[in-house]
């Protein structure tokens, strides 16, 4: 069979499948994915295949195949710093970057990489050209350099480091808006240190003297999704299992001391669909402003500690909308996990609920409801707690999600995922 002699409409079809995801159960996934999602390798692998068929596929594959841009540093000596700048800046001036719709840029997975410090100084000349030239980027990831990785020892030292955010800073004011608005809608952020979020604070309203750099608050308050994380686990508090050496850099910026920095990227977009917060040593959220909270769809919440107020305020303040929370290693300043708990099951649309290892501040007024001890590492416990009625209030909960998908056509989770729905409603409890 003649492939080329198909109409166009067949080929878009063959294209349109091949992109797709393999091997992934999507039912229990949000339809908004707060980070930047990457195109699978096979899927690209097919997807460049099919550009060297004939014309029409080459057409039709190619902005398919430069949607998703991986700009990360190299992963091996192979490439050498020179030659990564030079593929990037001919990327940059190419008509292919036309397509780029989502941005990778920073730290790979993994990194053992001898040029790295000559690859900070050439990026911090081709990442913001590339940026400009993505007209159509509608998401970005930045992810910065992990304690855990061997790249540590040269981002230790607070030159490279302060290099590094330089460059972040330039990437982010050169994104300028394409027709009169904004098209980036989704930001990824990693940074080692609450420190980092700091200086992108001070500059978030601040313009530069040269006009085409635009203050970060005239993108930012018009995101969508928003993901800021710290990736410094170091020293103690970082793990809780199993601490690592202290990094110099964490032991001269605590990430505690500079949690308010940290959260004031939070308070910046005005009408945020869904919002993810992780934190490596438990942050106290209480100091973050809600007020722009109010249309949130998703919400994201690790190793934080939060009052109950504030967390049922924000389930308040997003009734109509909220339809996935997400929470890990959060720890309630005040209040119960019950009564929080029952505060999410008046919520109409949530169609999503997620918690593990969460439990209490053992400096907030209900330390005593903590257990005395982490349980053991191969078996986590979904809330920490001594308050037996937590974990029935869980069980109303699941089984109100599980409501909510049955009336909007989705498939309800198993006993495997939500093994606390069968236990009796409290109701039953307070009876007996």
Known sequence: MDVSKLPTEVLAQIVEYIQRTRHKDSRYEPDTPAVVQSMDRDVREDIASLRLVNKALHRLAT???????NACFPTHDLITPDDWAARLLGISQSQVIEEVQRLNIGFGNSISYRGLERCLFEAAFVLPALVHACKKLTALRIHGSSSSKSDVEIMDQEVNQNLFMKTVEHVLRRITPNAGSYTLQTLEMTLPLTHEFTKLADISTRRSPKPYRQPLLCFMKDLKHLHIAVSDNSGSGGRRYYSSVETKRHRKHPNTSYAASFFNIAMLPDRLHSLSISATHI?????LDIR???????????????????????????????KSVE????ELKSGTWESMLLEFCVLPHLERFWISSCGYARDGTSQDLAPGLWPPMDDPEDIETVNYRD????????????????????????????????LPCLETLDLE
């Open 63 to 69: 902005p398919i195949l430069f949607r998703y841009f």
């Open 292 to 322: 722009n909270l109010r249309n949130l769809r998703e919400l994201q919440l690790n190793s934080v500690k939060i009052s109950q107020e504030i967390l049922a305020d924000i389930s308040s303040r997003n009734l109509s909308t909220l």
């Open 327 to 330: 929470l890990h290693l959060v």
């Open 283 to 287: 942050l106290d959220m209480d100091m």
């Open 391 to 422: 974990m029935f209030a869980l069980g109303s909960l699941q089984r109100h999600v599980n409501q909510v998908r049955t009336l909007a056509g989705c498939e309800p989770f198993t006993e495997y995922h939500y093994r606390f729905a069968e």
